[in-house]
């Protein structure tokens, strides 16, 4: 945990003075009845999936009986992440890792998760790892039209959302299976087309991406730029220095809102 906590320090001694960096402009929030109505209507168009809570608790993904202390973790992570996106008027958020194994996409997943629990909020969950697709296996989830399909044009996006019935405020958008050319793929006008699909017509909600390793390939520096903000998870005796040093010089230009020490043996103070 030191090595992170050292590595993030020089990250901050060698970057300018901490000024965040401007996304794009989002669409105007609608009315708060208006934006409930929007999210009715994407929960109806998604389809519905049943999921196991034995598949969830092995998986370790958040249920109504995951232990408290890690529902409180999620909890805390989501409070954090909420208020400094809600600071910038962030709608967007990718969740990146310097190298494979890290944890993103578990942390993904449970974010969503927490987020959905909240009565305030609604979380679509997108997952543009297409080389190395994790959602649908965390979720349990059979998948006949997914993510990969609606970027090569052989279906719309209501055919790719499913809400798992566990989760009412929870939509998902999967990968069905591994794409070869993926970096191809999500510079497409069709990669386009999904994003700026998803900014319009689900305002109301936050939508994260499960992004590839920063380190491993070009994927997630073609995203970056339209989406707000990212969320960087890196893993106690695994994640390197050098890997820290070097994705934040990658995603330079992007804003990060925090970073999660995955694994960490530290142990959380008593109440």
Excluded: W
Aim: charged share 25%.
């Amino acid at each position: 945990m030191e090595r992170i906590k050292k590595a993030l320090e020089l990250a901050k001694l060698q970057q300018p003075h901490p000024t965040p960096v401007v996304a794009p402009m989002l669409q105007p929030r609608v009315s708060s009845a208006a934006s409930t109505s929007s999210a009715s209507s994407t929960q109806q168009q998604a389809r519905p999936i049943q999921l196991s809570d034995e598949h969830l608790e092995k998986h370790r993904l958040l249920h109504e009986g995951s232990a408290p202390d890690t529902r409180r973790a999620y909890k805390m992570l989501r409070t954090q992440v909420l208020q400094r996106m809600r600071g910038h008027g962030f709608q967007s958020l990718a969740i990146v890792s310097p190298a494979a194994a890290d944890g993103k996409s578990l942390t993904a997943a449970n974010l969503a998760i927490s987020i959905a629990q909240d009565p305030n909020h609604t979380a679509l969950l997108v997952d543009l790892d297409l080389r190395r697709p994790t959602l649908h296996k965390l979720f349990g989830m059979s998948v006949e039209r997914g993510v990969d399909d609606y970027l090569r044009g052989d279906c719309a996006l209501a055919d790719v959302l499913y809400r798992p019935q566990q989760f009412e405020r929870l939509v998902l958008l999967p990968v069905r299976a591994p794409v070869e050319h993926s970096s191809e793929l999500l510079a497409s006008v069709r990669a386009r087309e999904l994003k700026a699909e998803i900014r319009g017509r689900y305002a109301d909600r936050i939508v994260l991406y499960d992004l590839p390793p920063v380190l491993i390939s070009d994927d997630a520096l073609t995203v970056m730029p339209s989406v707000d903000c990212a969320l960087l998870v890196a893993t106690e005796g695994h994640t390197r220095r050098d890997e820290l040093m070097r994705t934040l010089e990658v995603l330079h230009s992007s804003t990060i809102v925090g970073t999660v020490l995955n694994r960490s043996t530290e142990q959380p103070g008593a109440y």
